[in-house]
């Protein structure tokens, strides 16, 4: 596609359960950064990678969130044992030279 | 850490400028940038400068940089009801490649 694709677009979960959230980035960027957006704030910064490797994982609030991005491109933002203060908007975005970051739709998550 | 500061709100009427500010404190700052969020939508780059310069110009919107006061301002010519969005201001540096992102600004725009 043309743009970063997130999906799902919405996801509810119960407390305690595990997720999964996936960000498809524009082909050919080799950058990758998730954010996670709380009502009323700016995106705050989780996760960066470069290729597959994660360069900076300094954002990652705790070890309940992990990412992976195996072949360099589709990437899955990862979180166990949900906890309702994880509801937020989860932010994907891509870039070929770390210049322009362009941003999906984002994921919903609502821990209930 | 780094910080990046915006004004909540501002309302203005169709056709008027709008002039949105930010201000950061990172002094090693390279790019700052605009971001445009209507509601339920993503994050729509507007425009970028460079940290080197003082002055950006993209059809409507100019961007003034002044990196003594690290201050930073969007404004939007002929401002239309479309403009009506949450205005965001981030920056980044070359040792980090993550963007800090402001709180935002609501600009509402009356017709």
């Known amino acids: 596609g043309a743009g970063v694709s997130q999906t799902p677009s919405n996801k509810v979960t119960e407390k305690g359960k595990y997720v999964e959230l996936r960000c498809d980035p524009i082909s050919g960027h080799t950058a990758l950064y998730w954010y996670r957006q709380s009502l009323g704030q700016g995106p705050e910064f989780l996760i960066y990678f470069q290729g597959t490797g994660a360069a900076d994982d300094s954002g990652l609030p705790n070890d309940r969130f992990f990412a992976v991005r195996p072949e360099g491109s589709v990437s899955t933002l990862k979180i166990q044992r949900t906890e309702r203060g994880d509801s937020a908007v989860y932010l994907c975005?891509?870039?070929?030279?770390?210049?322009?970051?362009?941003f999906g739709q984002g994921t919903r998550l609502t821990v209930v | 850490g780094e910080d990046v500061e915006q004004s909540l709100f501002l309302s203005v009427r169709e056709g008027d400028s709008s002039v949105i500010n930010c201000t950061y404190t990172d002094s090693s700052s390279t790019y700052l940038y605009w971001y445009k969020q209507e509601p339920g939508a993503g994050l729509q780059l507007l425009t970028y400068i460079f940290s080197n310069m003082d002055m950006k110009q993209d059809q409507r919107l100019t961007v003034l940089l002044n990196k003594k006061d690290k201050h930073l301002s969007l404004r939007i010519a002929d401002t239309q009801t479309g403009d009506s969005a949450i205005y965001f201001c981030?920056?980044?540096?070359?040792?980090?490649?993550?963007?800090?992102f402001g709180s935002g600004t609501r600009l509402q725009v009356q017709p």
């Open positions: 975005a891509s870039s070929l030279d770390n210049t322009e970051a362009f």
């Open positions: 981030a920056e980044t540096d070359t040792g980090r490649r993550a963007l800090t």
